[in-house]
């Protein structure tokens, strides 16, 4: 029996002679030996350029054939591949990248623009620009040959960085080895019912872990098929699906959502799609995709870092993560680090403990963690007391299911009362018009928090006050101190590039936004009315009188 692959490189090298579809883009295909020639040109480019220093290679792409390229072949070369955010810009882009200490870069014409006159620490003869007159080749670079190297890197060596999502703050590198990859791809592999003859369709950006981890390196692993194309697209999920003829999808963040909000049509479950992976799904996105679509939706709580990770089991509650693989997987208190209580629940399902909410935390240590790159600080952030923190919220019941309750900043204070926004998120995503949801914390002038939410509704809909307070009033695990007193309609909710709602702007802009925002202007008030100028000013002034800030920056 041959032995396991340690390493991505050697999973490469085992692909060298397979002619089986590898990767699809748009109408073109390349079996597995032709991305493995591809990426060992590469690795060859890779190592004629390397300097002295971290031998780091940031991606400034889209989703696309090059990406692949060269995570392959970073993998020979035993560099590592920094995927940068192609939705960052200015100064926080040219940070990612110094951060990063990238020698190299590869991007296109505009991603070239893009990195027009900032300081990335990149000399511009370092800069690979595709050319797409030549095969997306590199029109700085020679031609190089497709060998396979003599020796191979180490499992301990680097292949990616990952930068985490930024949606509670700056992005973070997540260092990955070739090792942890090459597991994580086994292990995916089996969990979810990875087969050769899948086609796999990846519209996540390559930049994030959800991406490389649950569907490149499993495929590699199996030698299935990598279909992916430039961006997530709404509208073109389902063509995109029947062109392909993918069998399995990937989504993060609000992903579903979205696709759920165009049109459906008679013939959306003609299509090939057998089963979906991803994160942060609502549990109404989950069931209507599936009754949409026939397709399968196995919805799990991990992250790019490691950690820990939470999985459904059957008989797991409607909202619930699911269990973890062991009992070293705790709710902690944040300040004293003992365990929280079990959550207790009325008869309607509704929250009547507020200390049985915790962070999520791995009492066994850092498990797959491997660090952060150049961010000490957040490593310690991390790991404290021993344990690995995830810096998420939860609970879990008497039975032992957790349930997510929202990032670690995600704690409200009404009339002396602490909650967690995301238990607030779940009930109004019931309402049939919204598609997205968003609940956080602006001042109060008398103390504490107000709750507010931000709702992006279907387009074809139009938001109701009236509608909306009797929704609310008819929910019944619906907190006394949760329904928000401000309703903020949003045309698009801000984003990050994999599709997490960033609430920081929306909190920061608090009822500020020229966005239409309706309100209870008295706390026993039964039903909202738009909020005016003359209102915001009001509230500014009182904010002023009790001494707190109107600055609503988190």
């Known amino acids: 029996m041959a032995p396991t692959p340690e390493t991505v490189a050697e999973l490469l090298v085992a692909r060298a002679e397979d002619d089986h579809p590898g990767l699809l883009f748009g109408e073109d295909s390349w079996s597995w030996a032709d991305v493995v020639a591809e ?40 560099a590592t591949v920094v995927g940068i ?77 990952l930068f985490t999502s930024g949606s509670t703050g700056a992005p973070k590198a997540v260092k990955c080895s070739q090792r942890r990859l090459a597991l994580i791809g086994a292990r995916a592999s089996e969990l979810y019912g990875f087969r050769r003859d899948d086609v796999c369709y990846c519209a996540m950006p390559l930049f994030h872990g959800n991406a490389v981890m649950a569907v490149w390196a499993p495929a590699l692993v199996v030698g299935a098929t990598f279909a992916t194309r430039p961006r997530f697209s709404a509208s073109g999920f389902l063509p995109d699906v029947r062109r392909f003829g993918a069998t399995f999808f990937n989504y993060v963040g609000k992903s579903l959502a979205y696709i759920l909000a165009t049109p459906e049509q008679p013939d959306d479950a003609d299509n090939p799609l057998e089963r979906g992976f991803g994160t942060e799904a609502s549990e109404r996105d989950i069931a209507e995709f599936q009754r949409r679509f026939g397709c399968r939706i196995v919805e799990g709580y991990g992250m790019s870092e490691g950690g820990t990770s939470i999985n459904r089991v059957p008989g797991t509650p409607a909202g619930a993560l699911g269990v973890p693989p062991n009992d070293e997987t705790v709710v902690a208190n944040q300040a004293t680090a003992e365990e929280c209580p079990p959550a207790r629940f009325d008869e309607h ?194 904010l002023v009188a009790h001494g707190r800030s109107y600055d609503q920056t988190p």
């Open 39 to 78: 990426s060992a040109r590469r690795a060859a480019l890779a190592r004629e350029l390397r300097r002295a220093g971290p031998f780091h290679v940031g991606v400034f792409l889209e989703n696309g054939p090059e990406y692949l390229f060269w995570l392959g072949g970073a993998a020979l070369a035993g």
């Open 85 to 161: 955010n192609p939705t960052r810009r200015g100064a926080e882009l040219a940070r990612d990248i110094r951060h990063t200490d990238c020698q190299l870069i590869v991007t296109d014409e505009a991603g070239r623009q893009t990195l027009a006159d900032l300081d990335t620490g990149v000399d511009d003869d370092r800069i690979l620009v595709l050319d797409n007159s030549r095969g997306n080749s590199c029109r700085n670079s020679t031609a190089i040959s497709s060998g396979l190297p003599e020796e191979l890197p180490d499992p301990s060596s680097l292949i990616v960085l």
């Open 349 to 542: 399902g509704r929250l009547l403990n507020a200390d049985a909410i915790g962070e999520i935390v791995n009492k066994a240590g850092a498990a797959g963690f491997e660090g952060y790159y150049n961010n000490p600080e957040a490593d310690a952030q991390r790991l404290r007391n021993g344990w690995y923190w995830t810096g998420d919220l939860g609970y879990r019941d008497e039975a032992g299911f957790f349930y997510f309750a929202g990032r670690s900043s995600d704690w409200l204070r009404v009339d002396s009362e602490n909650f967690a926004a995301a238990p607030v998120e779940r009930i109004l995503f019931r309402h049939p018009d919204v598609v997205m949801a968003a609940v956080y914390a602006v001042p109060d002038a008398h103390g504490g928090d107000q709750v507010m939410a931000a709702l992006e509704v279907r387009e074809d809909a139009r938001f109701d006050p009236d509608d909306f307070a009797r929704f609310l009033a008819q929910q019944p695990d619906l907190g006394t101190k949760w329904a928000p007193r401000f309703v903020r309609i949003v045309g698009q909710m801000p984003l990050t590039g994999t599709n997490k709602v960033l609430k920081a702007p929306l909190q920061q802009e608090g009822w500020g936004t020229p966005d239409d925002v309706w309100w209870r202007a008295e706390r026993g008030d039964p039903g909202y009315r738009v909020l005016t100028e003359e209102d915001r000013t009001r509230l500014a002034e009182e």
